[in-house]
């Protein structure tokens, strides 16, 4: 089993910037993609950004150039660097990671952290 737990997510103004991270813990388990998704009010979650254990990246097109993933493997957490924020990108943000363990592979969510944007 492992367990993800998101933090960073606050209220900023329109054209603000925020960091979230994401700590994964658990025995017995390798992680291979870990990313970010997102749910806004009356909307279904998607997928924002993905990283893979080897640094490949990618990326929503309406995020493009403002978000940028990252991940620490040493330490089982993965980033997401956001700036010029705007209303839109308003929601509750998700980390998600798929993992290998004897049972084999799953995927794995975070609770959520909201961000939300005034304008």
């Known amino acids: 089993q492992v367990q993800l737990v998101e933090s960073g997510g606050d209220l900023v103004q329109a054209g603000g910037s925020l960091r979230l991270s994401c700590v994964a813990s658990?025995?017995?388990?390798?992680?291979?993609?870990m990313g970010w998704y997102r749910q806004a009010p009356g909307k279904q979650r998607e997928l924002v950004a993905s990283?893979?254990?080897?640094?490949?990246?990618n990326y929503a097109d309406s995020v493009k150039g403002r978000f940028t993933i990252s991940r620490d493997n040493a330490k089982n957490t993965v980033y997401l660097q956001m700036h010029s924020l705007n209303p839109e990108d308003t929601g509750v943000y998700y980390c998600?990671?798929?993992?290998?363990?004897?049972?084999?592979?799953?995927?794995?969510w975070g609770q959520g952290t909201q961000v939300t944007v005034s304008s």
């Open positions: 990283i893979t254990s080897g640094g490949r990246t």
């Open positions: 998600n990671a798929g993992a290998y363990s004897g049972r084999g592979y799953s995927i794995y």
């Open positions: 658990g025995s017995a388990y390798s992680i291979n993609i």
